[in-house]
């Protein structure tokens, strides 16, 4: 595998793409002042490289019913952070997992209902001997509910990929390009989808990629939000929106060495309605999609079945 150094161009290229990676190349183009060719010509060696792991789709649980209890557990020299993933995947169907350097193991469970007294105590017992140091519940609102079409064009996303031409999913999903191209315009804007990127923070050579959480007082979530952007719109990669409670922000960052996440950690520290923020230097972070593939296939399940039922009835 080709080593590829990054520049200023390639991080930009793939900011955008983590916002929509079906941003076409010829609108990349006119934001880098490069043409379509060039910029796809860059995307191919980043994805050679193994810096751009693959292009995912986010579905956000609360389309479908569920909430999302982000975990941070700290684990010790008698329990590996595998082993934690293992016992708390044994509790219930992961949305992600973040892995980072050090001692704590930060994952979210994909629940139905609150987050019960009973739950937490499962998942305490159940992770010893490492301990649970924060645990949360997050829900992102939806404007819209998916249809049966709907639930097979994320379908043939999430099997497909996330740049999946237009003209493949009609065809699979047997439907017009246009009503493709609107039903996914509609999922997008209904907060329902979020069509990103996976990179690989171990190709980035000469950069260290890191994410921040910062708790931050409910009143100021929009200005520390807009404030980040102000400060540091070079070092932003992404904001994972579908994943935030509204007390708590997460960003992942890049930047060139320790001593600029540093000064961007104690930069956040000041801004007004910031409670607590902490860094994590990322290695991987991993998305699962074995829950919403099963809530899809069970879900048009229930819309085929009734079909199939009244087309058998005898006609009277």
Same mark, same amino acid.
């Given at each position: 595998?080709?080593?590829?150094?990054?520049?200023? /161009?390639?991080?930009?290229?793939?900011?955008?793409?983590?916002?929509?990676? $079906?941003?076409?190349?010829?609108?990349?183009?006119?934001?880098?002042?490069?043409?379509?060719?060039?910029?796809?010509? $860059?995307?191919?060696?980043?994805?050679?490289?193994?810096?751009?792991?693959?292009?995912?789709? +986010?579905?956000?649980?609360?389309?479908?019913?569920? +909430?999302?209890? *982000?975990?941070?557990? +700290?684990?010790?020299?008698?329990?590996?952070?595998?082993?934690?993933?293992?016992?708390?995947?044994?509790?219930?169907?992961?949305? &992600? $997992?973040?892995?980072?350097?050090?001692?704590? #193991?930060?994952?979210?469970?994909?629940? @139905?209902?609150?987050?019960?007294?009973?739950?937490?105590?499962?998942?305490?017992?159940?992770?010893?001997?490492?301990? =649970?140091? !924060? /645990?949360?519940? #997050?829900?992102? *609102?939806?404007?819209?509910?998916?249809?049966?079409?709907?639930?097979?064009?994320?379908?043939?996303?999430?099997?497909?990929?996330?740049?999946?031409?237009?003209?493949? =999913?009609? @065809?699979?999903? $047997?439907?017009?390009?246009?009503?493709?191209?609107? +039903?996914?315009?509609?999922?997008?804007?209904?907060?329902?989808?979020?069509?990103?990127?996976?990179?690989? *923070?171990?190709?980035? /050579?000469?950069?260290?990629?890191?994410?921040?959480?910062?708790?931050?007082?409910?009143?100021?979530? !929009?200005?520390?939000?807009?404030?980040?952007?102000?400060?540091?719109?070079?070092?932003?990669?992404?904001?994972?929106?579908?994943?935030?409670?509204?007390?708590?922000?997460?960003?992942?960052?890049?930047?060139?060495?320790?001593?600029?996440?540093?000064?961007?950690?104690?930069?956040?520290?000041?801004?007004?309605?910031?409670?607590?923020?902490?860094? &994590?230097?990322?290695?991987?972070?991993?998305? &699962?999609?074995?829950?919403?593939?099963?809530?899809?296939?069970?879900?048009?399940?229930?819309?085929?079945?009734?079909?199939?039922?009244?087309?058998?009835?005898?006609?009277?």
């Amino acid at each position: 595998m080709e080593k590829l150094i990054l520049d200023k /161009i390639d991080f930009n290229i793939l900011a955008t793409l983590s916002r929509d990676c $079906r941003t076409p190349y010829s609108s990349i183009g006119s934001l880098v002042g490069l043409t379509s060719k060039t910029v796809k010509a $860059r995307v191919k060696k980043m994805v050679r490289s193994g810096v751009l792991d693959k292009f995912i789709v +986010r579905v956000n649980p609360a389309g479908f019913g569920y +909430r999302i209890a *982000p975990i941070e557990i +700290r684990t010790n020299n008698r329990i590996t952070k595998d082993q934690v993933i293992r016992r708390v995947k044994q509790i219930g169907a992961l949305a &992600y $997992r973040v892995h980072h350097v050090g001692r704590t #193991s930060v994952a979210a469970l994909i629940i @139905k209902e609150s987050l019960e007294d009973k739950t937490v105590q499962l998942l305490s017992d159940s992770v010893k001997p490492a301990t =649970i140091n !924060r /645990i949360s519940v #997050s829900e992102q *609102p939806v404007s819209m509910s998916p249809s049966e079409t709907d639930l097979r064009i994320i379908k043939c996303l999430l099997l497909s990929g996330a740049r999946t031409e237009i003209s493949e =999913i009609a @065809k699979k999903v $047997r439907i017009s390009e246009k009503t493709t191209a609107r +039903r996914l315009d509609k999922m997008k804007e209904g907060n329902l989808l979020e069509l990103s990127i996976q990179c690989d *923070p171990a190709s980035m /050579i000469g950069y260290v990629f890191f994410t921040i959480v910062i708790s931050v007082e409910k009143s100021h979530y !929009r200005s520390v939000y807009e404030h980040m952007y102000m400060e540091f719109q070079e070092n932003v990669l992404y904001h994972p929106s579908t994943i935030d409670p509204d007390d708590l922000l997460i960003f992942v960052l890049f930047g060139e060495n320790v001593f600029m996440i540093d000064f961007i950690l104690s930069t956040v520290d000041s801004f007004e309605g910031v409670k607590n923020a902490d860094v &994590y230097i990322l290695t991987k972070w991993q998305y &699962y999609d074995d829950w919403i593939l099963r809530e899809i296939d069970e879900r048009i399940c229930q819309t085929v079945l009734p079909k199939s039922i009244q087309a058998n009835r005898p006609l009277d």
